[in-house]
């Protein structure tokens, strides 16, 4: 590792970097001017780093073997490209590599991210292909998708829980927790928070992969709700093996992990849903990485759209929350290569909610706050993407100034951009009041979207001066526009009546 901190270092004095070995890939030359020693070395450390993990990966598998690496870089593109020299094909046995692929994917888009270099997508290919060019048949060409308006069902798959290792039989939990918070057995309640709000707020009818009864399983005498999918989907399905067991004569330890992520979109093909949402939390070896992403298969590009729309309203709901202004949210949907995501005919994406791994997410993710408010940013950006509608922020825009005759109201428009849950609620302070008048703020509740988002605003009779206000929308989350300034006069009707100027009042209306 002392060489990669070293490849970090250099590269966070600004410079970008560029390997000469990559042929077949015309568009991926870094075109910044590095000095040639310098580059060299970077170029050499990443790959020997690659390379030694992925050493370890095959030994792990049995496999004494020397896989040729190459690495490029492109900053302007937020791209990485690993190329894996012969040797190195995982197949569908394999389920494509994801258990070593996807981790170090995490691990290389860190190092960039420590070195200044902001990369989305880190793509591998094999011998200079990607993945789908060598296994047409497991990716298959994106379909027409269905029209998002008759979406009816959705499966909601709320990561692992225990398997048996091959052949021992042993009852082990899929993810490890190096704070004691177990993915496993966490996931499940985000998942129930995940259904009560599509059925309440999108209509749909939930299905989902794991079973939540708190019976024993019988054959490890775990609750049921602590099983994996793979399990409970072999109880609900006895016949379907093809759902369950898709590798039934692999010999290694961990293939019950891997029938494990296959069950879940295999079941999601089952039923037929409009939408697949799974539900994890996220892992990595240095603590300080944190944050919610989400995840999108690069062979369904059409995909990332509802993952963007899925982090836009985490972000909001989040964000909204005291205490989480500044949770870290990424901003877009990332490409990777998780079969879970592949499987599934239908969108299908992956939520990494926090990281078990770094404490103040770990401190979020055992927080009914941040629970319910970053599953309702799940359901809020599926809601929105399924509408057709683009993820904006709750936003505030101009007040209108009004003059008001002393003793009269007007109704003035309080509009914003955003998509609130209602009802919401126009909220009034007064920020300037002339001396010895009363001038109080009030809040209006908006029902419904069909109701004018408006309000009254008055002048106490024989009142003249000016008035400053500040209104904001907080809707029924929580989630708040920033206060917008506006101004009310009083003008004269008439001559004013000097002895009652100082008692009378000036405000809002009802
Ligand atoms: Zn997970």
Not at 298 to 323: N, T, V, Y
Not at 468 to 491: F, I, L, N, S, Y
Request: aromatic share 6%; hydrophobic share 35%; net charge negative.
């Amino acid at each position: 590792m002392n060489g990669l901190k070293l490849a970090v270092a250099v590269v966070a004095c600004g410079l970008a970097f560029s390997s000469p070995a990559s042929d077949g890939v015309s568009d991926l030359q870094t075109a910044e001017a590095v000095d040639p020693g310098i580059y060299a070395e970077v170029a050499a450390l990443l790959q020997r780093e690659v390379g030694a993990q992925l050493t370890r990966h095959l030994q792990d598998q049995g496999r004494l073997r020397q896989v040729t690496v190459s690495v490029v870089v492109n900053p302007h593109k937020r791209r990485m490209i690993v190329d894996f020299g012969p040797g190195y094909l995982p197949g569908n046995d394999q389920n494509y590599g994801e258990l070593f692929l996807i981790p170090l994917a995490g691990d290389l888009r860190r190092y960039a991210d420590q070195a200044g270099l902001e990369i989305l997508d880190v793509q591998f290919l094999f011998q200079g292909r990607p993945m789908e060019a060598h296994f047409p048949e497991d990716h298959p060409a994106p379909r027409a998708p269905k029209s998002r308006s008759t979406h009816t069902q959705a499966l909601v798959s709320a990561s692992h829980g225990y398997i048996a290792l091959h052949p021992s039989r042993a009852w082990k939990f899929q993810r490890p927790a190096p704070l004691g918070l177990q993915e496993d057995v966490l996931s499940p309640a985000y998942g129930d928070e995940l259904q009560g709000l599509l059925e309440q707020r999108s209509g749909l009818a939930v299905h989902r992969a794991r079973s939540r009864s708190t019976d024993l399983h019988p054959e490890s005498s775990h609750p049921w709700e602590q099983m994996s999918s793979r399990y409970h989907l072999k109880a609900l399905l006895p016949e379907r093996a093809d759902i369950w067991n898709a590798l039934p004569n692999s010999t290694e330890s961990n293939r019950e992990v891997k029938e494990d992520i296959r069950a879940r979109p295999n079941y999601a093909n089952h039923l037929g849903v409009d939408v697949m949402l799974s539900l994890h939390t996220n892992g990595s070896d240095a603590s300080s990485v944190r944050g919610a992403e989400v995840y999108h298969h690069r062979a369904k590009p059409e995909d990332k759209a509802l993952g963007d729309s899925i982090l836009c309203g985490m972000k909001e709901l989040i964000h909204a929350q005291p205490g989480y202004e500044s949770f870290p949210v990424r901003a877009e949907s990332v490409p990777d290569g998780h079969g879970e995501n592949r499987i599934g005919r239908m969108p299908s994406v992956i939520v990494e909610t926090a990281y078990h791994s770094n404490p103040e997410d770990v401190a979020a993710l055992l927080d009914p706050v941040f629970r319910t408010a970053s599953m309702k940013g799940v359901e809020k950006g599926y809601r929105l993407w399924a509408q057709g509608k683009t993820c904006e922020p709750l936003a505030g825009q101009s007040i209108v100034d009004v003059d008001i005759p002393s003793g009269e109201s007007r109704e003035v428009d309080v509009a914003f951009a955003g998509h609130p849950q209602f009802p919401i609620s126009l909220v009034t302070s007064n920020t300037l009041c002339p001396p010895g008048w009363g001038c109080n703020g009030r809040t209006v509740v908006i029902d419904s979207p069909d109701q004018p988002s408006r309000m009254k605003l008055s002048c106490g009779r024989n009142s003249v001066g000016t008035l400053g206000w500040e209104t904001h929308v907080v809707d029924a989350d929580g989630v708040k526009t920033q206060p917008v300034p506006h101004t009310v006069r009083c003008v004269a009707v008439g001559s004013p009546d000097v002895s009652a100027l100082a008692r009378n009042v000036a405000g809002l209306a009802q």
